[in-house]
T-cell receptor, first 113, second 114 residues
Framework: AQSVTQLDSHVSVSEGTPVLLRCNYSSSYSPSLFWYVQHPNKGLQLLLKYTSAATLVKGINGFEAEFKKSETSFHLTKPSAHMSDAAEYFCVVSQAAGNKLTFGGGTRVLVKP | EAEVAQSPRYKITEKSQAVAFWCDPISGHATLYWYRQILGQGPELLVQFQDESVVDDSQLPKDRFSAERLKGVDSTLKIQPAELGDSAMYLC????????????FGPGTRLTVT
């Protein structure tokens, strides 16, 4: 079985300050981990993915995430938030051998001017 | 850039009525997924197709939901009869194949059951 817990349902940051979105996972297999972003009235877009290569993964739009097996975490960070980063973010786990995605509950990010 | 198409984008229906959603995946993508996203939650897989065959429908409420992908290209998800609890966003995604291939999501159909 696999599951994902996003530790914050809402995060509020000021433009230009760092963003941290926390994610813990549980998986019986070597997991693949993803972060997706969902803007209002838009489809989910892949930000980045971890598939057992480098533990620090760089994604689009300046986001990166670090896989920490000992902590079963895959936190998402960005050094400087932009207004366009306001959206909902989902941490996702899948079995390495398959492609069934299990989504966390989401973190809604608000960026203040 | 190729995208997953879904229609309609919004649907309002009365409970006990039938409703259907349509998805056209990215050309060449063999694997197609239907997800349901209840407001405030993450998406949940309803059904996965590999070409025209269902490979996972363990979370599909089969008493009222059905899905088909007759020619292995586009797909239809149907609910009959609709219930108030079916109000949600229905997302379609496709990937080149199963396994580790990236899933590309459509914009979704927002269903409201009154």
């Amino acid at each position: 079985a696999q599951s994902v817990t996003q530790l914050d349902s809402h995060v509020s940051v000021s433009e230009g300050t760092p963003v941290l979105l926390r994610c813990n996972y549980s998986s019986s297999y070597s997991p693949s981990l993803f972060w997706y972003v969902q803007h209002p009235n838009k489809g989910l877009q892949l930000l980045l993915k971890y598939t057992s290569a480098a533990t620090l993964v760089k994604g689009i739009n300046g986001f990166e995430a670090e896989f920490k097996k000992s902590e079963t975490s895959f936190h998402l960070t960005k050094p400087s938030a932009h207004m366009s980063d306001a959206a909902e973010y989902f941490c996702v786990v899948s079995q390495a051998a398959g492609n069934k995605l299990t989504f966390g509950g989401g973190t809604r990010v608000l960026v203040k001017p | 850039e190729a995208e997953v198409a879904q229609s309609p984008r919004y649907k309002i229906t009365e409970k006990s009525q039938a409703v259907a959603f349509w998805c056209d995946p990215i050309s060449g993508h063999a694997t197609l997924y239907w997800y349901r996203q209840i407001l405030g939650q993450g998406p949940e897989l309803l059904v996965q197709f590999q070409d025209e065959s269902v490979v996972d429908d363990s979370q599909l409420p089969k008493d009222r939901f059905s899905a088909e992908r007759l020619k292995g290209v586009d797909s239809t998800l149907k609910i009959q009869p609709a219930e108030l609890g079916d109000s949600a966003m229905y997302l379609c995604a496709s990937s080149f194949a199963g396994g580790a291939y990236e899933q590309y999501f459509g914009p979704g159909t927002r269903l409201t059951v009154t």
